[in-house]
Structures are given as C-alpha cells and as structure tokens.
C-alpha cells in the first residue's frame, strides 16, 4: 500500500506555510516534505512535526542564491565551502527535526562551462556528504531534473543520476525518483521502477505534462503505484504537484488509497 507524503511547498498554501503540518495532518497524511525549512528554527518545525504526528520525509539542502540563478551548490567548483556549509547545515536540521534523508542538489552548468568538472565536483562533495550523514545513519539522495524545469541542471536523466550514485561509492547514496521528471527525459517509467528497484529511496509523483495532481494526464498513476507495491518498495511518495484549484478539492485521488 502506497505511502504518501504532503508537500508543503506546493500543497496546502491557502494558509502559511507553519499551518500546513495542520492542514496535511486533517487531510489525513501521515508525512510531508517541503524543499527547505531554513527559513525557520529547526525547533519551530519539530514542534508542528509533533503536534501533528508527522513524519518528516524529505527536504533538500540550500539552494544558494536563485537570484543569481543557482539551485544547489554542491557540483559548482570553486564553491566547495558553501557547498559543504549546505550540507552541514542541511544534517542539524536532519538531526533536529528527525528526517532520515536529503536532497543534495546539484546545481546548474553556464553554458559553454566544463560539464565534466562540474560532475566531478558533484561527486566529491557527495561523498563527503554521505560520510557525515551516515554517521548518523541517514541517507542522501539525488535526483535528476528536466530540462524544461531546470535548465542546464547538472543531470536530467534517471541514467545520469545512476551512473553518479555508483560512482559515489557509498551505501547511503541512493536516488530520489521524481515520476514527472523521469516521463519527460526517459520515458518507460515500469522498466524504470523495475530495473531500479533497491537503488531509490524516495519518489516524488505529478501528472504530465501539467504537474497537477496524478489523476490526469499521460502516466497512469494507480497502475504504478501497485507496480512499487510489487516491487516491494516501502518508502515515501511525495505528492510534489501544483492543485489544480484548492488543494482540499484535488484530494479525490489521495481519498480513495487512503
């Protein structure tokens, strides 16, 4: 039976996003994720995770300054201190808010730039990475973007993002399988969960090509989630969709798996 996790960043912001744990609890999910919670005290958040017995499922290191066009800085050279800030960082929160994984993101390649170097970075401040959390025995993950949301991402592929994880070489690298970015780079998604399976730890679903809620478009979406049933994954589904109109009128979809 699928699990599914809230995420905040994109559901439920009718209301601030320190009343959406209320909200996502009333709706009846039993996790969240959000993309960043350091706009706010790690003790601010663990006490809505509390109040409303929530498990926190994922969230992602730094951005870095999305003005000036980053989105991660763990692949940009030069930039290995904030990198590693960032993920320091992003292991507190981890360890105060009780989160098994992060995101580490990558970051975005200028045009003409080295892509090889920018890789090469990426690896090693993942393993520096996965050292420090599995310490603690928590895991990281990455995940690949499509071109169309993020240009020039260090990696759009499900196979890029495999091919980094192996080279990585740690036990608790594993990948984040975003459905919607997958379908729009790789397409075949049942091979992908098949072939996969084991290597992701989290999944992150929308449909296409609209990325509203998974009961439209182009993925048949209960017919994957009894394909991870079979394949015996038992982790997190997080719900990273833009509703359609009010979140509370496009739980339809979540209503009937509950």
Request: charged share 25%.
């Amino acid at each position: 039976m699928p699990r599914f996790a809230a995420n905040l960043s994109m559901m439920f912001t009718e209301v601030p996003f320190t009343e959406r744990f209320a909200a996502a609890a009333e709706a009846g999910f039993q996790a969240v994720e959000f993309l960043f919670p350091y706009g706010f005290a790690a003790s601010e958040i663990k006490a809505q995770l509390s109040r409303h017995d929530l498990t926190l499922a994922l969230f992602n290191t730094s951005a870095g300054d999305t003005a000036a066009g980053e989105w991660g800085r763990a692949a940009l050279p030069g930039r290995e201190h904030d990198a590693r800030a960032d993920i320091d960082l992003a292991l507190e929160y981890a360890l105060a808010l009780e989160c098994e994984q992060v995101h580490i993101m990558a970051g975005v390649v200028p045009d003409g730039a080295d892509g090889a170097r920018y890789r090469a970075t990426f690896i090693d401040n993942l393993r520096y990475a996965a050292d420090r959390f599995a310490a603690h025995d928590k895991r990281i993950l990455i995940e690949a973007l499509s071109p169309g949301v993020k240009p020039g991402y260090l990696f759009s592929s499900q196979y890029q993002a495999l091919g980094i994880a192996e080279e990585v070489d740690r036990p608790n690298v594993f990948i984040q399988l975003d459905t919607f970015h997958a379908q729009k780079v790789d397409g075949n998604l049942s091979h992908l969960i098949r072939e996969y399976a084991g290597r992701y730890a989290h999944v992150q679903i929308a449909s296409l090509p609209d990325r509203h809620e998974p009961d439209d478009g182009e993925i048949n979406y209960p017919w994957l989630f009894r394909l991870f049933d079979d394949v015996g994954y038992r982790g997190w589904i997080g719900c990273e969709y833009q509703p359609r109109n009010t979140t509370q009128d496009g739980l339809g979809w979540f209503n009937a798996w509950r």
